[in-house]
């Protein structure tokens, strides 16, 4: 069964930097594109920014464009989420998920609905 499996979310100081890291069951990273998602609390799940599975196409949420990097290790079955200039506002349950959509071969996408497989997700607080 495909599993998706986040780390690395703690509790960190405005400013400061983390990796997230989202393991990944079977061959998934070199066949589907791949996403991150955060929800807030009191608020709907977001887009943060996702990779295709193809030439490393991405595409990041304004809010977090140049700040936050995603990047794939396709050997390692692992998807990672670098996030620098943390903000409070970026506290949130950060999650992965994978998307089998024909159009992320080459594409990235943004769209939820375009995900099947999701992880449990990773705390991330941002203290200021």
């Known amino acids: 069964q495909v599993q998706l499996v986040e780390s690395g979310g703690r509790l960190v100081q405005a400013g400061g930097s983390l990796r997230l890291s989202c393991s990944a069951s079977?061959?998934?990273?070199?066949?589907?594109?791949m996403g991150w998602f955060r929800q807030a609390p009191g608020k709907e799940r977001e887009f943060v920014s996702a990779?295709?599975?193809?030439?490393?196409?991405?595409g990041y949420a304004d809010s977090v464009k140049g700040r936050f990097t995603i990047s794939r290790d396709v050997i390692k079955n692992t998807l990672y989420l670098q996030m620098n200039s943390l903000r409070p506002e970026d506290t949130a349950v950060y999650y992965c998920a994978a998307s089998s959509a024909r159009q992320t071969i080459m594409q990235h996408t943004a769209r939820e609905n375009d995900y099947g497989i999701w992880g449990q997700g990773t705390p991330v607080t941002v203290s200021s």
């Open positions: 079977g061959r998934i990273l070199s066949t589907y594109g």
């Open positions: 990779i295709s599975v193809i030439g490393n196409n991405t």
